[in-house]
């Protein structure tokens, strides 16, 4: 399957679209909060995806919403009907795991077909349906085949196929592309955008892969320790990140010491604007995107705060990241690959700082030379 | 020079192929031992099966062929002793009762606690394997009292299947164990409940189908013990097929009979194994 262009069809989201609202959710595993008063709206029709390490609660919340855990305290509603206590065979919700989840003694149709089965529909509708929805994931020649018969991106391309012919209210999505290779795991992802924004189902999408996330959603919620640090559209995320958690966890930044005075930062002699106007003067850390980082030849002997030479370059394909050593520290470029190709390793190479909004992080007093390094 | 190559050379080439060498000798001896362990266990398993089948077909006269003991399967009587025939039929129809019973209490009961309640698993693995560790003597002294008051109300020797199903326990229950390990019970039953399944379908409809081969296995061992019992069922005074031929060798003690029921009841459970086996496999090879 190729992917299509990712825009919205209008009909699509309005149809059978409905809100998701998660209020006050908490939920704690013994002494472990997983949890902490999460509040989360969803809107209909929307992809939301839930970013953060490992233990943030990402696939707490996706369970909690799913069903499969009880939510120590708040409550669940969708399409404005609590759902807090009712069970998952009950919430109507399709979803799809980060494990594959087909039940190997059934075939791929079969398994389409078996939400509708226990709904007692029809046999010549459910097949009919069945057929529709490997249709739509592209696999309606493999209908008749086991679950170890066909690859590890197809398996999960049913298991979508199986979780939206029941049609449900919401889609939950836990990782799904976590256990595929590169390749078929951009492929999947934005088939499975395209078919989000075909069906306009609303969409609770859960991953620790940056890329994916920014790459699909609607808006990106970035967890961190039971709660969301920011929920906003990927751009906003990205560009404003809300705290320095998010600035590190979403992309890559230098961090550079400076000075705030009068609701700007001074870094190694460049003034940049501040995300937050309200923070206090004094001494802090900067976080500079690498991409806000231009570099050119730099021929004149005089050393100076951003002077330094070129100790390695990354080729990432159409960019490279080129880092550089200012003496006291090393700072990371993101160039286009033709650019950096005139910037071997043992350049001299003077550095630009495009005035972006930066945010800064208070622990300045802690960063040193080795801290100022990648985060 | 050529000469100063071929001799540089040589030495090269053939450690080269010393290892080459001593390699297919380990396996040449190898192989050597693995047909002699063969033979000797294959003899020693044989031999005796041999001789049964041997001494089922002894006709009346020393040295002589016949098939009476195999028609009298059918038919034999002995002395102050219930028919050959319903000592069978009994056994059979305890087997079949005891697996019924086994794989009803362990397979949901198992998935239930591998879903639900792990922390019991290990309480119940340790109670499933506690029979293996009791001596028959003893589980027969601990159930006489029991036996008195089921005798009270039935005399028949299917009550024997409530202490069965006790014996069989740790033999299912390993059987089953493999097989639950083998998938991914979590998920899979996340994945139906997510769909709308309930409880008992997703015991029933997709997790014991994917357990098919675990629940054969465990039907086999059950039914072969059933099958083999004699200490319990003997000391609890109730006449199953061991019993009853146990009975027979002590009137009769060259009764042919006596081998050619065992040696049938032996290629039943062979023949069972096949079935079980070939039945699984079929499984594996269309899902």
């Known amino acids: ?375 | 020079m050529a000469a100063v190559t071929a001799l540089g050379e040589t030495p090269a080439a053939e450690s080269a192929s010393h290892p080459r060498g001593m390699q297919s000798r380990r396996r040449r001896r190898l192989n050597l031992f693995r047909y002699v362990v063969f033979t000797v266990f294959g003899l020693f398993f044989v031999l005796p099966l041999l001789a049964m089948a041997r001494f089922s077909l002894e006709g009346a006269k020393l040295g002589t062929w016949s098939l009476t003991a195999w028609r009298q399967i059918a038919s034999y009587q002995g002395t102050g002793i219930p028919p050959l025939l319903s000592a069978i039929e009994i056994t059979l129809e305890l087997a079949v009762i005891t697996c019924v019973v086994t794989l009803a209490l362990l397979v949901p009961t198992m998935i239930w606690i591998r879903l639900r309640v792990q922390w019991l698993a290990r309480t119940m693995e340790f109670l499933c394997l506690l029979p293996l560790t009791i001596p028959a003597i003893v589980l027969v002294v601990g159930l006489g009292r029991i036996y008195n008051r089921i005798q009270h109300y039935s005399l028949s020797a299917l009550m024997l299947f409530w202490v069965y199903v006790i014996l069989a326990l740790p033999y299912a229950y390993r059987a089953l164990a493999a097989g639950l390990s083998a998938i991914d019970v979590t998920t899979l039953s996340e994945a139906a409940r997510s769909l709308g399944a309930s409880w008992f379908t997703v015991i029933v409809r997709v997790i014991a189908p994917n357990m098919r081969q675990a629940i054969l296995n465990a039907l086999l061992l059950t039914f072969a013990l059933v099958l083999g019992e004699f200490t319990i069922a003997y000391l609890l005074l109730y006449t199953n097929l061991q019993v009853e031929l146990y009975s027979i060798s002590r009137n009769t003690p060259n009764a042919g009979v006596l081998f050619s029921t065992s040696f049938a009841a032996l290629l039943f459970a062979f023949a069972l194994l096949l079935i079980l086996s070939y039945a699984g496999r079929r499984r594996r090879g269309r899902g």
């Open chain 1, 1 to 375: 399957m190729t992917s299509s262009p990712l825009t919205r069809t209008p009909e699509g989201a309005a149809r059978n679209a409905v809100e998701v609202r998660m209020e006050g959710l908490s939920r704690h595993y013994g002494a472990v909060v997983a949890l902490d008063r999460l509040d989360l709206t969803l809107q209909p029709g929307e992809l939301v995806a839930l970013l953060g390490p490992s233990g943030c609660g990402k696939t707490t919340t996706l369970r909690l919403l799913a069903g499969l855990e009880d939510a120590d305290t708040g409550h669940i509603t969708v399409g404005g009907k609590d759902i807090t206590r009712l069970s998952a065979a009950k919430r109507d919700m399709g979803m799809v795991f980060q494990a594959y989840s087909l039940f190997p003694h059934m075939t791929v149709r079969q398994n389409v077909a078996f939400g509708l089965r226990l709904r007692r529909v029809g046999a010549a509708q459910r097949d009919k349906r069945a057929l529709e929805m490997l249709d739509l994931v592209g696999l309606s020649t493999q209908a008749d085949r086991y679950p170890h018969q066909i690859s590890g991106g197809q398996q999960q391309r049913v298991a979508l196929a199986r979780a939206l012919a029941i049609e449900p209210q919401v889609l939950l999505l836990d990782e799904p592309l976590s256990a595929l290779d590169a390749k078929v795991r951009a492929q999947l992802r934005d088939e499975i955008r395209r078919i989000q924004l075909e069906v306009g189902i609303t969409t609770l999408f859960v991953t620790h892969d940056q890329e994916e996330a920014l790459a699909i959603a609607d808006r990106v919620g970035v967890m961190r320790e039971g709660r969301i640090e920011q929920l906003a559209p990927p751009t906003e995320v990205y560009s404003r990140p809300a705290t320095s958690f998010v600035a590190e966890f979403v992309g890559l930044s230098n961090r550079l010491t400076g000075e705030v005075r009068g609701g700007e930062v001074t870094v190694r002699g460049r003034t940049l604007p501040l995300v937050e106007s309200n923070v206090p003067d004094g001494q802090v850390v900067a976080l500079v995107r690498p991409e806000a980082v231009t570099l050119a030849s730099h021929t004149a002997p005089e050393p100076g705060p951003l002077v330094g030479t070129v100790i390695a370059v990354t080729f990432l394909g159409a960019t490279s990241r080129v880092t550089v050593d200012l003496g006291d520290i090393t700072i990371l470029a993101q160039l286009s690959t033709s650019d950096a190709a005139a910037l071997p390793a043992g350049s001299r190479v003077a550095l630009t700082i495009r005035p972006d909004p930066v945010l800064v992080s208070a622990d300045a007093a802690s960063a040193g030379p080795a801290a100022e390094e990648e985060a």
